[in-house]
């Protein structure tokens, strides 16, 4: 079991929940969501939806009724194991996802290249706190992109590189040419039924991004469409930013997002009921000077903590993430504004969370050493969610230790014991040494010197997956030429 | 008012802060607490307590005797104002707290001069989250040390160089010759009375800080004595660390400490009933690799939320802290720490906190630079705690904004709404720019720079208060030579 903190509680009240709940309904009854595409508008013409033109319109008697069937948890399956996301369980993970640009331990940057890419799918797969791998960067330059398909490649790579699940972003009309996104979708989600030899359970867990304001593309529905079809959970999130594509105020943001969001769940159960989906967002912040997002802002924060809240009133499990910051470099501002950002999806709780490491630049920017060091905020938030044990045992032997000591005594024996490190997390990236700073300062470095030290360690120890020569058949018809088996 | 998002209550429940206290009873029944000095323990015998040698024994009703005097809030008396704490006022503030070496803009360590202790003090004055100045370096060498009191020179120190309130430290036996340490004290209390002409309130706030484990020190008690004969207001902390002065569990930690903190003040009201005292803890883990502290550890936020819990089941106002981390330089580590540790006491909340900004390598270096970032963190938790303004009222704004914005369209118009300015903080710190990470980097330049930059600003904005003749002749009996008006 993972503790529910619900640290949100004491931002949003069950009467903020309810009123955020009201004021929703009226935007899907009064306003509607946009859906660019004529199967989902016949899905919901067909369910009773009021639908004009793209705009779909519904009442509580039909978001009800699929809430109803999505179920409270969800098992990805892979031949290794079972991952399990929902409110009983620690939140799942996925590392950096996507950005084409990484900053590289040389403090250049440059666009990322599919080998890059690889060096962090051996970082995630290596990693005690990522759940799910991904392509950390998508259509890197370097792709054959002669192909009709070149978003097979990369995601043949994820199952070549590490067998823990993956996540997956959507097929789109930039890396899928000559056949439709909903057959792409579909293509994809059986070719992780074939790899794993299993036919009838989630194998893939996948992204689906709305479109701020209350709209969704054809290419999005077209992947959630094939996707469910086959059985396989999707990820409906918006990613909005205030005053620029939702309201000027966090309520307007909270409120328009999760319209949007709900809208995309009950697409889902209506097309295949009993589908796994999970209620997502990582709207954030903007800055109106620079109008540019705001990932890093408290009210990012408060904006995910409404959503917890909300996810959790529909029963639904829940995505937020993210560690992500507005900072260039790893630095203080990163620090901070990566810890504020993950905060309430740890102590929250979120049921799963994407980009748990290694982005900075709002989401423009990918860096190994941030992921490093980022990966122990996960650990340091683990570690304080625990929380504090207080118990009539524990104080007996608390007495015990406190009398032999006396006053002005001291704890310090031959051994550590058992209580000390059951309770302490201990850090292999923070300075904890003390002493005079600067000598002290050019015995351990520079915080970004010790990440790529780990950096290095890692991509070292990492071993490719053994995979079976079925296995690799099926991933030689894909794969890119200089990476086939 | 200030919300007290009672955070620490995710962590410690009812039934544990009650556990906590029986064992604590338990401590100060069975064990005991040493007070090294006959006046305090005097007192002690004639209000019946079980007195042996210089251990201290007591029960709960002289306990709750002494907890029914502590005033619930307290008020810090100037010419210019009231300075407020207690559970319904924002937690104040006072920032970096005496380490012998600063870190310089020039990246490196020096021991702190006298001048550097004033430039300090100019940063605190222009701050907008520091309430209270304070001498961030004590002691510095340049000091004339042939004087008996070169104590009382950096007192005056502070009423020279701002006009917000002082927060002190105590006189002790390395700054103070030729007079009791409780002569000391009192000498301070009497400064401070006659410059602000201000002779029956508190006008001044001390730190005294408790020898753990179970231990007051005969510097300490004097000073206590002495501030609070003189009706001054006194914080009693500890700051034990985890299997070194304190048992080993976090549990362990609480109980001692909080025995330690309630013999202090119960020691304040058996002296003066009704002066008021601070619940004070700023005690933390430790790294037994290295045997030293880990302020920035997890361990310690969970520590300080049980000292918020106990403080507010004691009714007393309650002192954490601090925005304080191992790192050793403003990086990365330190953003986060800083982080960890201050969260509790803005969201617990805390109604004072010493260091909130400024401290490096756990509490041994001071940095301009640092303070600056910091102070961003304690704005960014202020907004975070003033939560997301749900209503009736802004759903109908909402609803009717969205409504005009439409599925796809977007909320930017010609002038930036009230609302966006009411609920965004705005940094001036951390970068928002997005674009080409190369170019951008080299126009923002790296936070250290922008932080040196306001540094610069707000060291050439300072004014030296205005005084009357009178204070001047007053600080002029005391001031260091090259520093008398």
Redesign the interface.
Known sequence: MYSN???YE???STR?VE??H??TM??LK?????FACEEALEVFKKHGANVDG??VKFDETLLNKALETVPKSLTIYTPDGETKIGERFRPKTVGCYGPP?F?FEDD??RIAQKDDMVKFLKLMDTSDVTDFVNNSAYDTPDLDKTQDDFYMPQVAMCLKYSKKPTYGNVANSMNVRGKSLKQAAKDIAVLYKEFYDIWDKPVLLTNCCA?S???YSYEVLDNIIGLVEEGQPVVVITCSM???????????S???NNATILAGIVLTQLINPGTPVLYGSVST??????????T????A???Q??ALALGRYYQVPVRTGICVT???????????????NLMPSY?GKADFILNNAGI???F??GSYE?YI?DE??NR??M??NK??????T??E???A???K????????SGR??K??RQ?????N??????GN??P??EE?G???DRACKIIEERVESYKLPDLTKTQQDILNRFLPEDEKF
Chains 1, 2 share one sequence.
């Open positions: 903190r619900k640290f004491n931002y949003v903020d009123l955020l009201d004021y009226r935007v009064e306003v509607g969501v946009s793209n705009i640009t900053l250049t940057y479109l304001p209350l709209g205030t005053n620029l594509t939702a309201p000027a105020s966090l309520m307007g909270v409120v328009q912040a903007s800055d109106m000077r620079t109008v540019t997002c705001a890093g802002a408290p009210e924060q408060l904006i903590m409404s507005d900072a260039l470099k790893p630095d203080y501002q990163a620090g901070v504004e990566s810890f504020i102590l900075l630049s709002s423009a920017v941030k060091m122990e905020i340091v938030l570690r304080l929380g504090i044990d207080v118990s009539d524990k104080g032997k608390i007495l230790e406190i009398k000591a006396g006053p002005l005594g001291n704890f310090l550590t014991p209580e000390y309770e302490h997390h201990l850090t990236l923070f300075n904890r040494k003390a700073p600067q002290l300062y351990i520079d915080i970004r």
